[in-house]
């Protein structure tokens, strides 16, 4: 893990660690869900994508 998404309300936390222990960390700070959503989710489309669709599940004798 080399990326986090924090809460711009713990920016102010992050800045109070030792810069030793954040070597190679990359924070994001977020004000709401679609910030969230913007840095978390690829823009690139997957070449082949997994089908995760759930089928008719079996009906129980």
Do not use: C, R, W
């Not at 030792?18 to 913007?38: P, Q, R, S, T």
């Not at 997957?46 to 995760?52: N, Y």
């Amino acid at each position: 893990m080399q990326e986090i998404i924090l809460s711009k309300d713990n920016e102010k936390d992050i800045k109070e660690i030792k810069a030793d222990y954040l070597k190679g960390l990359k924070f994001h700070y977020v004000e709401n869900m679609m910030d969230v959503l913007k840095v978390a989710l690829l823009k690139d489309k997957v070449s082949k994508p997994l089908d995760f669709t759930i089928k008719e599940m079996p009906k129980h004798k």
